[in-house]
C-alpha cells in the first residue's frame, strides 16, 4: 500500500519539498536584504550629501548584505550558525535573543515561511525548469520589495530594475509571454502609472505614488507581458481600496495618511502570473 501511495505522488514532489526548503533559507537571506538595503541607501545619501557639501563623511566602516555580521540590536550579541536556521532556530530560542532574552520580532520566521511556501508553490504549478525557477526568483524579489516598501516607502532601484531586467530575459524564449509582448508590457506598465501620477498631481496638487511603483509595474508588465497590465492594476487597485478603508475604520488613521502601494501591486503580480489567465478570461465574460 505504501508503495502505491509513493508511485502516486507527482512526479515533482522531490523538487517541490528540495526546493521548498531551499527558499527557507533565501527567506533568511531576504530579512537581512530587508533590514539592511534601505539603511545601505541612506548611509550612502548620506555620505554623497557630506562630499558635495565639503563635510567628513558621517559613514566610514562596511556595511552591506555581508558585513557586518547579523548581531542583535539590543545587547550586540553576534547570531551563530545555529541560530540562522530558518523557523527552526526562532522556535529552539523561543523568539528571544540568547544574550539579553529581548523578543526578536515575529517577522523574520513569516518571512522565511512564506519564501520557503512560495518556493514550494511555484515549484509545484511551473516545475523546476526554468519556469519554476524564474517564478521562484519573481516571488523573493517581491517579498523584499514588499517589506521594504512596507516598512520605509520605498521601492529601490536595485530591486524593481533587476525583476523588470529578468523579466526580459527571461522571455526571450517566451516562458510567461513573448519578448515583444514583454518589451510592450514593460513600456505600457511605466507609462499607465505614470500618466495617472501625473494626472491626479495637477488636478490635486498633490503626489499619489512614487517612482517606484512605476518601475515595479513596468517590471510585472515585462513578466508577463502588456495583457495582463488591465487585471494587474485592477486587482492591486481593489484590494488597497479595501485595506486602506479597513485601516481607517480600524485604526482611525487619516485618510491622507498615504499608504504604500507596492505591496498591493506585488500581491496583484503574483496572482496574475499563477491565474492571469483565467482572470483575464473572466473579466472578458462579464464586459
Same mark, same amino acid.
Given at each position: 500500500?505504501?508503495?502505491?501511495? +509513493? ?14 526548503? @531551499? ?5 533568511? +537571506?531576504?530579512?537581512?536584504?530587508? +533590514? ?60 528571544? %535573543?540568547?544574550? %539579553? ?74 516562458? !510567461? ?83 504604500? @502601494? ?23 465574460? !462579464?464586459?
Amino acid at each position: 500500500m505504501l508503495e502505491d501511495i +509513493f508511485f502516486k505522488l507527482p512526479e515533482n514532489t522531490f523538487s517541490t519539498v528540495t526546493l521548498g526548503i @531551499f527558499g527557507l533559507l533565501i527567506g533568511s +537571506f531576504l530579512n537581512v536584504v530587508i +533590514f539592511r538595503l534601505p539603511k545601505m541607501m541612506q548611509r550612502e545619501s548620506d555620505n554623497y550629501i557630506a562630499h558635495e557639501t565639503g563635510q567628513p563623511l558621517p559613514h566610514t566602516t562596511a556595511y552591506n548584505l555581508v558585513v557586518p555580521r547579523s548581531a542583535c540590536p539590543h545587547c550586540g550579541h553576534q547570531i551563530s550558525a545555529m541560530e540562522n536556521i530558518p523557523v527552526i532556530s526562532y522556535l529552539a530560542i523561543g523568539g528571544k %535573543c540568547r544574550g %539579553c532574552k529581548a523578543p526578536i520580532s515575529i517577522r523574520y520566521p513569516i518571512v522565511e515561511l512564506v519564501s520557503g511556501l512560495l518556493a514550494a508553490a511555484m515549484t509545484w504549478h511551473f516545475g523546476s525548469g526554468i519556469a519554476g525557477v524564474s517564478a521562484m526568483i519573481f516571488c523573493f524579489l517581491l517579498i523584499a520589495m514588499t517589506m521594504i516598501d512596507a516598512d520605509t516607502h520605498l521601492l529601490p532601484d536595485d530591486l524593481t530594475l533587476s525583476l523588470l531586467w529578468l523579466g526580459l530575459l527571461v522571455n526571450l524564449n517566451g516562458t !510567461f509571454t513573448s519578448l515583444p509582448s514583454a518589451v510592450i508590457g514593460a513600456v505600457a506598465g511605466y507609462l499607465s502609472l505614470w500618466s495617472i501620477y501625473w494626472a491626479f498631481k495637477l488636478i490635486t496638487g498633490k503626489e499619489g505614488m512614487g517612482y517606484g511603483d512605476f518601475k515595479l509595474l513596468a517590471a510585472l508588465g515585462a513578466w508577463m507581458g502588456w495583457s495582463m497590465l488591465p487585471i494587474i492594476i485592477l486587482l492591486s487597485s481593489a484590494v488597497g481600496a479595501v485595506i486602506g478603508v479597513a485601516m481607517i475604520v480600524l485604526t482611525k488613521m487619516g485618510k491622507d495618511t498615504p499608504l504604500p @502601494f507596492g505591496p498591493y501591486l506585488a500581491g496583484a503580480g503574483l496572482i496574475a502570473l499563477i491565474w492571469g489567465k483565467q482572470l483575464t478570461q473572466l473579466y472578458l465574460g !462579464f464586459v
